[in-house]
C-alpha cells in the first residue's frame, strides 16, 4: 500500500552519495508523487515529486508565486510565523500582472543571443581566475578561488558596479551567501547591499553606463523597485551559478570518466549537470483555488512544495536518472523550473558554466581533491540552494 502522507519534508541525504537526493523522496516518488505533508508550522499541505506533478504545478496559474499564501517547509522557519509580502522589486514572490510588468521589462535583457554575446567577457574573467590560482596553488578552496568569483565578477559587469566598489561589493554578498554566517551578519550584509543598491541607481540615473541597470532608469520603475530589481538579479544570478559551478566541478572529479564528454559537448555536458545536481532543490506554491492534480483535489489556500533535484530524477522521464551521463540529451529538465516564473537568467547561468567548467579541467588536467570526497563540506540540507560550503582541491 502506497504511502498517501508523511509527517515532515525528508532532507537527509543519502550517507556517501552527496550529489543524490534523499532516498526517501526516491521511495515516494515511485510509490505517491503526490501526497500529503504536514508542514513544521502545522498546516497540512502536499509534496510533489514526481516529473509530471512538479511540471504541472509550475506552469499553473492557479498556484501562487505569493510568499505571504505559503507555508515553509523546512524546519525552523515556523518560528517567523506568516511569511511577508514580497520586497518591492522582488518579482519572484509576485503573481500576474505585478510580476508579468517585472518580467517584460527584464526578459529582452537576458536573451540567448545577448548572453552568448558576453562569453567573450566570461572567457577573460575565466581566464583571470585560473590563472590566479596557478600562482597561488598548488593547493586552494576551489569555491573562494573560483566558483564564486567569476559569477559575482559577472554580476558587477551586469549591474555596473563601478570597479573601485567591487571589493566591497562582493564582501556585502560574500557575507550574505555565506553557508555558516550568523544571522545578524546576514541581515546587516542585506541592509548594507540594499543601501548600496540605492546608491547605484542615482548614480546611474544620473551617468548612464553600458549595463542593464543604467538601460533601465529609461522604464516606468521607481528608484526602489529599481535597486530592488538589482537584488534579485544578484541573488538569482550569483549564489545558484557558484554552487553549480563548485558541486559541477566535486561531481566531475567523483567521475573522472566523464570529463572527456565535458570537453566533446559543452552544451550537452551543461545540461546534464544541471538535471543530475539540480541546486535549487525546492520550490514552493500556493493554491489561489481549488486545483485537481494528479487525481487529488488541491484545496484552495495549500501549500505545495515541489521536490525539484527528486522530479529530475524521475525515471518516468529520465532513463537511468540516478548516473550522470554528459552525453545525455537532458532537454526539458527543470533546474531553473518552469512556466512564467522560469529563470530569468538561466542563459547567462550557461554560458558561465560552458566556460568556466570545461575550461578548469583543460588548464587543470591533474586537478583532485585535496581530502578525502567525505570530507568536503556540504552546505546544510535545511537550504533550499545546495552545494559545498569549500572545495579543497590540489594538482600536480
Not at 505533508?37 to 499541505?45: L, R
Not at 521607481?222 to 566541478?249: C, H, K, Q, R, S
Request: proline share 8%; with cysteine.
Amino acid at each position: 500500500m502506497s504511502v498517501s502522507h508523511i509527517d515532515d519534508l525528508p532532507l537527509a541525504r543519502p550517507q556517501g552519495c552527496p550529489f543524490d537526493p534523499p532516498s526517501e523522496l526516491g521511495r515516494l516518488q515511485a510509490e505517491n508523487p503526490l501526497v500529503r505533508m504536514t508542514y513544521p508550522d502545522g498546516h497540512v499541505g502536499w509534496l510533489a515529486t514526481g516529473y509530471a506533478e512538479v511540471r504541472a504545478v509550475l506552469a499553473d496559474q492557479r498556484f501562487s508565486s505569493r510568499y505571504e499564501l505559503m507555508h515553509h517547509p523546512l524546519p525552523g522557519m515556523e518560528e517567523i510565523g506568516e511569511l511577508p509580502p514580497a520586497p518591492v522589486g522582488d518579482m519572484i514572490g509576485l503573481d500576474a500582472p505585478e510580476h508579468t510588468r517585472y518580467r517584460r521589462l527584464l526578459v529582452g535583457k537576458f536573451t540567448v543571443r545577448r548572453m552568448r554575446q558576453l562569453s567573450e567577457q566570461v572567457e577573460r574573467v575565466t581566464a583571470e581566475h585560473l590563472d590566479a590560482m596557478r600562482r597561488k596553488g598548488p593547493e586552494l578552496d576551489l569555491v573562494a578561488e573560483f566558483a564564486h568569483p567569476v559569477p559575482a565578477v559577472m554580476i558587477c559587469e551586469l549591474l555596473g558596479v563601478p570597479y573601485s566598489d567591487r571589493d566591497t561589493f562582493q564582501g556585502y554578498v560574500t557575507a550574505l551567501f555565506a553557508a555558516d554566517g550568523p544571522p545578524a551578519e546576514k541581515f546587516a550584509a542585506y541592509q548594507n547591499l540594499q543601501e548600496y543598491m540605492g546608491r547605484l541607481v542615482s548614480a546611474k540615473r544620473a551617468d548612464p553606463t553600458d549595463d542593464v541597470l543604467s538601460e533601465l532608469t529609461t522604464s516606468d520603475l521607481n528608484d526602489e523597485e529599481l535597486a530592488g530589481v538589482g537584488g534579485v538579479l544578484l541573488a538569482a544570478g550569483l549564489d545558484t551559478t557558484a554552487n553549480m559551478i563548485a558541486l559541477g566541478a566535486f561531481a566531475l572529479l567523483r567521475h573522472p570518466e566523464q570529463i572527456a564528454g565535458l570537453h566533446a559537448d559543452p552544451d550537452k555536458a551543461v545540461e546534464e549537470l544541471l538535471r543530475y545536481l539540480t541546486v535549487a532543490n525546492l520550490n514552493i506554491r500556493a493554491a489561489r483555488e481549488d486545483v485537481e492534480l494528479g487525481g487529488q483535489l488541491i484545496k484552495a489556500g495549500s501549500t505545495v512544495t515541489l521536490a525539484m533535484h527528486t522530479a529530475n530524477r524521475d525515471p518516468l522521464r529520465f532513463a537511468d536518472p540516478d548516473a550522470l551521463d554528459l552525453s545525455r540529451d537532458a532537454v526539458g529538465h527543470l533546474a531553473f523550473g518552469h512556466g512564467i516564473h522560469q529563470c530569468l537568467g538561466q542563459q547567462l547561468a550557461r554560458v558561465e558554466m560552458r566556460v568556466a567548467i570545461p575550461e578548469l579541467f583543460k588548464q587543470f588536467p591533474t586537478l583532485r581533491l585535496a581530502v578525502a570526497p567525505e570530507e568536503v563540506p556540504l552546505r546544510p540540507v535545511h537550504q533550499s540552494i545546495y552545494g559545498v560550503h569549500r572545495l579543497p582541491v590540489t594538482w600536480s
